[in-house]
């Protein structure tokens, strides 16, 4: 688990994946400034209501964050059903997608990977996408990629 701490395997797939937001200033910032942000979150916290707050906030958020992260890396590889012929094992998983807010609808990902929905059918629950909806009718979020009408 240490090669979370000082080694990305992907790290030079980074531009490719993210063209559309990599010069953003604000994902700019929080990528330079991720533990300095965590600190001071800490410190917040901890004046609010001591160490209890810190261990809840702080360091169960992010262990349980890089989990659901993972169930979708490898969850959605294992279980679940295939929705599309994506060339590879992934599926689409409900329970991933419930802890992962839609992520786990994974098959649909593979399929579409420029679609910001990825709960397709009318069953599979995304919330992800239901906040991009919203971010959208607000007028917060433009340009945004679905997959086109079969």
Request: hydrophobic share 45%.
């Given at each position: 688990?240490?090669?979370?701490l000082?080694?990305?395997?992907?790290?030079?797939?980074?531009?490719?994946?993210?063209?559309?937001?990599?010069?953003?200033?604000?994902?700019?910032?929080?990528?330079?400034?991720f533990?300095?942000?965590?600190?001071?979150?800490?410190a917040?916290?901890?004046?609010?209501?001591?160490?209890?707050?810190?261990?809840?906030?702080?360091?169960?958020?992010?262990?349980?964050?890089?989990?659901?992260?993972?169930?979708?890396?490898?969850?959605?590889?294992?279980?679940?059903?295939?929705?599309?012929?994506?060339?590879?094992?992934s599926?689409?998983?409900?329970?991933?997608?419930?802890l992962?807010?839609?992520?786990?609808?994974?098959?649909?990902?593979?399929a579409?990977?420029?679609s910001?929905?990825?709960?397709l059918?009318w069953?599979?629950?995304?919330?992800?996408?239901?906040?991009?909806?919203?971010?959208?009718?607000?007028?917060l979020?433009?340009?945004?990629k679905?997959?086109e009408?079969?």
């Open positions: 688990m240490s090669w979370m000082h080694e990305v395997p992907a790290k030079q797939e980074v531009a490719r994946y993210t063209k559309d937001i990599a010069n953003d200033p604000v994902y700019q910032f929080l990528e330079k400034y533990l300095p942000i965590q600190i001071v979150f800490a917040i916290l901890y004046l609010i209501g001591g160490w209890s707050f810190v261990v809840w906030g702080v360091f169960l958020r992010l262990v349980v964050v890089y989990h659901c992260t993972w169930f979708v890396n490898s969850a959605t590889h294992k279980f679940g059903y295939r929705t599309y012929e994506s060339g590879d094992r599926t689409n998983c409900w329970w991933v997608a419930l992962t807010y839609g992520e786990g609808w994974h098959n649909n990902h593979h579409f990977q420029y910001a929905r990825h709960g059918k069953w599979e629950i995304d919330m992800t996408w239901m906040t991009i909806r919203f971010l959208q009718l607000i007028g979020a433009t340009k945004v679905l997959v009408a079969e």
